[in-house]
């Protein structure tokens, strides 16, 4: 027997929330910011707007099905099924967070703040969770297959992203490595920098785009930027370095759907981590090898 779809809402710690945590009553944390020129007014009217779309959507999911919540922090330890509807409550950077967990599941972004979020990926409002829940496996409704960045090492840790994957020094210093194309004839060059991103077309709203905008854009041979659904990927070496050991003629480009881009540590420690969750990285040492293109798996964002 097939069990009753399961709602699973995401949500993330208000600002609020974090405040009176740190100093211990809603009075203290208004002491403190007012110190600072700050009304806490503003922090808690968006914690409040924030319950009342949680107590929106709750109510909206249907009655014959189950439902849990589970907070950003504890992702990494939450095990997610194949019968789960995915409803996101909050930015659109939480739906990034969520993606790299998911295996097909449907998502709903429902955004708690319109206007104050760029509603990329939380493309809803609370009031229309009540036909749009229901309504998830019905055959007309459309979902859309944004393509995700993988990362596979050399001894099979793998990591999955939304947005984008960085390869780099833990704290962004100076990382070596050797890094090249699948499709370049094998050529190589040694690398010192402050690391390489990966990103797709989701990413290229976010830290992937401003990382192309310093660099001119399309101009100049650049690469173009991938839309949310194309196989296509883009990456960027950040502040290569050069040295009689080190080049710098591998700083960007494309990777097409099968293309991978390889990187081999030549450094003691390197991390591989996704859409700025560094807390979940992929720990690489000396000699090891990552390669890095577009993953097989796609996140089912419901339009």
């Known amino acids: 027997m097939s069990l009753a779809p399961r709602a699973v809402l995401v949500h993330r710690t208000t ?12 009075g203290q944390a208004a002491f403190f910011l007012s110190s600072r020129g700050r009304d806490i007014e503003e922090v808690a009217e968006r914690h409040r707007r924030t319950r009342r779309a949680m107590a929106e959507v709750t109510a909206a999911i249907p009655l014959t099905w189950r439902q849990t919540r589970v907070e950003r922090g504890d992702l990494d330890r939450f095990l997610f099924a194949p019968e789960d509807v995915v409803v996101v409550v909050g930015q659109d950077g939480l739906v990034a967070n969520v993606a790299k ?13 319109p206007g104050r979020n760029p ?18 496996f019905a055959a007309g409704t459309g979902t859309d297959g944004l393509t995700m960045v993988e990362a596979v090492a050399d001894d099979t840790q793998r990591l999955l992203a939304l947005n984008e994957i960085y390869l780099g020094a833990a704290g962004h210093q100076t990382a070596r490595y050797r890094l090249g194309l699948d499709d370049d004839g094998g050529a190589v060059e040694a690398q010192a920098s402050s690391g390489v991103l990966v990103g797709t077309g989701t990413g290229a709203t976010g830290w992937i785009r401003s990382v192309w905008q310093e660099r001119g854009g399309a101009g100049d041979g650049g690469p173009r930027l991938p ?32 293309g991978r881009l390889t990187l081999t540590v030549e450094s003691e420690r390197l991390i591989a981590f996704g859409d700025g969750i560094e ?15 577009r993953a097989e798996t796609a996140l089912r964002l419901v339009g």
């Open 101 to 113: 967990y998911l295996t097909g599941q449907p998502v709903v972004g429902i955004d708690t703040d």
């Open 119 to 136: 509603g990329v990926l939380v493309r809803h409002r609370p009031a229309d969770a009540r036909l749009l829940l229901p309504s998830v």
């Open 15 to 26: 600002e609020y929330e974090e405040l009176v945590a740190r100093h211990g009553t809603h």
């Open 227 to 258: 839309g949310p659904t194309e196989d296509r990927l883009v990456w960027f070496v950040r502040e290569a370095w050069p040295s009689p050991a080190t080049g710098t003629s591998l700083v960007a480009g494309e990777l097409a759907a099968g």
């Open 279 to 293: 807390s979940d990285a992929v720990e690489l040492t000396w000699g090891q090898r990552v390669r890095v293109g």
